[in-house]
């Protein structure tokens, strides 16, 4: 049997790659590490990676392998899940991988200007009835900026059509420029290097959909700092899926 949650959030309080400023506490706990994240828990020069929504930090650890010269952080507001990744990192001795607890809305807390170079969204909830909190929205996106630097990165991973059509619509709404897009991720030819490289991380939800038959769907595009972004009026068909943990809670069939 697993380790219980109580025994999971006893770890995490002891960890020394865990940070915990959940939004109930962030107000009365400065976070002084803002700005500082490099020199005071990397110690290096190297770039940073965010990982919003990671769930249990599988993604955030292997990434963490891929790529030993770059730091990763993942943030996530549920504990118990970040205990799996944080546990594994700290078992691996991986010295680039941190893991932030807490609100993605509050993200820009707790980073400060030019200091992530790239953001990964995996498999976030397409929030088909809430278009500020899909975290690809212009309400998410303006907060990136706070923090990310000029023409920083943005990488989609996802099995929703809904969350990948909204954002292909917002990219192209607004101009942005998209480096790569495939709505078949695993039976794309002709891939780059770079990209074959995410097609060795699978995390256990995504092989379970892989196995239902869903598309697993992948965009990056740059995000610049200063130009003005809107949303976009387009209707989007909902999900006609339930996803793991994921009920599709509504009757509508598009989002108008």
């Not at 909830?125 to 920083?152: A, C, I, W």
Request: glycine letters at 4%; proline letters at 2%; charged letters at 30%.
């Amino acid at each position: 049997m697993g380790k219980g949650k109580l025994a999971k959030f006893a770890d995490m309080e002891r960890y020394e790659n865990v940070f915990q400023y959940p939004y109930s506490v962030v107000d009365n706990v400065p976070f002084e590490m803002k700005g500082h994240w490099r020199e005071q828990f990397f110690h290096n020069d190297n770039p940073i990676v965010l990982e919003l929504g990671c769930g249990k930090g599988e993604y955030t650890v292997e990434l963490a392998r891929l790529y030993p010269n770059v730091n990763f952080i993942g943030v996530d507001i549920k504990g118990a899940r970040m205990w799996t990744g944080a546990t594994q990192a700290l078992e691996a001795n991986l010295k680039n991988v941190a893991f932030l607890r807490t609100n993605i809305e509050i993200i820009d807390r707790f980073f400060a200007e030019d200091e992530v170079q790239e953001i990964w969204l995996t498999f976030s909830d397409p929030q088909m009835k809430n278009v500020h909190k899909r975290l690809t929205s212009t309400f998410f996106l303006e907060r990136y900026r706070h923090f990310l630097v000029d023409n920083g990165i943005i990488h989609l991973k996802t099995d929703s059509n809904f969350l990948f059509t909204y954002t292909t619509y917002m990219v192209e709404h607004n101009n942005l420029d998209v480096l790569f897009r495939t709505t078949d991720l695993y039976h794309t030819e002709g891939l780059d290097e770079e990209t074959k490289k995410i097609l060795s991380i699978q995390t256990y939800y995504e092989s379970m959909w892989i196995e239902r038959g869903l598309n697993i769907k992948y965009m990056k595009f740059l995000l610049p700092r200063t130009k003005t972004l809107t949303e976009s009026e387009k209707e989007i068909e909902l999900d006609d899926y339930r996803s793991y943990h994921r009920d599709k809670r509504s009757s509508l069939v598009t989002n108008k």
